[in-house]
């Protein structure tokens, strides 16, 4: 686990409900694992269709704002528990 954890972040952001999408640099918050978790720093995460309901208020749950759609994402572990 080398990688170092980054203090900050870029990522597609809605602010409001019908507002834009932006790209954009945000605070990275990174907590410590727990038990059996992994950190994982993502590099790459693809829009989904999820993301598109969220974003288009067609999704049965209330979104909470701002969004950063995130579910799918692909990165390298930096920090594990220690039953990983």
Known sequence: ???????????????EM?????YKQI?????????DEVLVNIKYSGVCQTDL???NGDWPLATKL?????HEGAGMAV???EMV
């Open 1 to 15: 686990m080398a990688q170092e954890v980054p203090k900050k972040q870029r990522a597609m952001v809605m602010e």
């Open 79 to 81: 920090a594990r528990d």
């Open 66 to 70: 701002p969004l950063v759609g995130r």
């Open 27 to 35: 605070p990275a918050t990174a907590p410590k694992p727990g038990p």
């Open 53 to 55: 309901y969220a974003i």
């Open 18 to 22: 019908g507002g834009p999408v932006d």
